[in-house]
């Protein structure tokens, strides 16, 4: 084996470089894992472009990876050699009470990310506290797992929002992660699943994944479509985080009805007229990471319950790193989950 790997480094805006590094050896409670597929996010989307408020150059991107263990790090058990694993990008403190209940994202010391603020999995071979792995049923593929957080997440805004059979539910924003939030909207039992965006790719697989109604935003008012089903939904998900679109959620939801904060915002969400939770009795609820839930999704997939590989539209080599993030960012109608293979 070589004592070097490729890793994707963002040197800053729009400057991504692929270079050879050292391959680093585990620490004590660390594995060594060798990459098979690496997740391509919106949220890299955001940190390559400067705009993330936790990341900053140089940086190793890529908070959605998954592989095999090659190396153990002291007190690591040896039969975890050759796993195949999917590993969570928080990394906590190990001790505050919402590490200890495995929600490393809401750790007391703050948060600390792979691939946003410490070196990620863009890479063929990076070190992983063994605390943060799951491992991947056999009849699973490592590309599905790649495909990260939106996978785990969705089910985090699902089980947040308490989705119960007979619920209408409507899902604002067409992201890769809404098109597992209807999947796992229609296993929970939902009378009607509605999404509204505006990309045509992703609505008819809204529809293939079980959508009762696809609005394209752009055509027909969201609103409008609601008031004129004579019924109101009692969940409504924000997937796009504008202030406009979780007013808009709020306007529709029908009285004690939930609305769940899942689109990440790029700043303070203003000007919305939050008296309607008062008038209504809406519960608003929020959610960003699950680090506890990787092993039911990975349930799901392997029983054939959650489909994702229709969702990964494009597949990269990690060499071509630059050329790609410069196709998603010029395709975005074409693009709806790209991720990194790696051999
Ligand atoms: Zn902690
Ligand atoms: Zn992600």
Redesign the pocket.
Known sequence: MSSTCRAVVWKGKGHLEVVERQIPKPDPKMVLLKVRAAGICGTDLHILSGTHPHAHPPLVPGHEFAGEVYKIGKGVDKKLIGARVGSDSYV?????M??RSKK?QL???GTRELGVNIDGGWTEYLTVPVENLYLIPENVDFTDVGAGCILNCPMAAVESVKINPSDMVVIIGDGPSSLVMIQLARLKGASKVIIAGHRERRLSLALEFGADHVINTYENDLIEFISELGSAPQVVIDAVGKAETVGMALTIAEREGRVHLFGLPEGPLNNISMDILLWKEITLTGSTGAPGLWPPVMELLSRGYLKVAPIISHRFRIEEAPKAIEFINDNPKQVIKAIFEMQ
């Open positions: 906590g403190c190990g001790e505050c919402y590490c490393t750790c007391e010391k």
